[in-house]
């Protein structure tokens, strides 16, 4: 999408968690399945978000509530924060503020993840591209 959009070279794209449980890891086989069979591949492993990426990211998007909570306990730790914290899912078109982790539920859970994910950045970059 960012590179559809044109930003790809404009903008830095990461992906990071609240918590290190799987930092290092590779994404979930099923996730992976998922984002194959949409015809994408990663590589990408499992980061925990630092301090410096407050400073450094003008957004840092998050999935529910809990992210929401933990990076903004995070953030008060952080002098010079640059980034706006917000849920990827106020950006859905179809109001589903929330994006459910999908690790306890099916394969289908995964593609309505992925769904959602697709529409949210869509409309982020609408907004900000």
């Known amino acids: ?5 044109g930003v790809v070279d404009k903008w830095v794209i ?5 918590s290190d449980w799987n930092t290092g890891s590779l994404p979930d086989n099923r996730g992976m399945a998922c984002l194959r069979s949409h015809g994408t591949e990663t590589s990408h492993r499992a980061r925990q978000v630092t301090k410096d990426d407050f400073m450094t990211f003008d957004y840092i998007l ?5 992210n929401l909570r933990e990076l903004n306990r995070k ?7 640059k980034a706006k914290i917000e849920l990827l899912g106020s950006y859905d078109p179809q109001k589903q503020l ?9 394969d289908n ?6 769904q959602q994910c697709v529409r949210c950045c869509e409309a982020f970059l609408e907004a900000n591209a």
């Open 1 to 5: 999408m960012a590179t559809d959009t």
């Open 14 to 18: 990461d992906s990071g968690a609240t």
């Open 62 to 66: 998050c999935m529910d509530e809990s």
């Open 75 to 81: 953030v008060k730790s952080v002098k010079n924060c």
């Open 98 to 106: 929330i994006i459910k982790d999908p690790y306890y539920g099916s």
């Open 109 to 114: 859970d995964f593609e309505m993840v992925y």
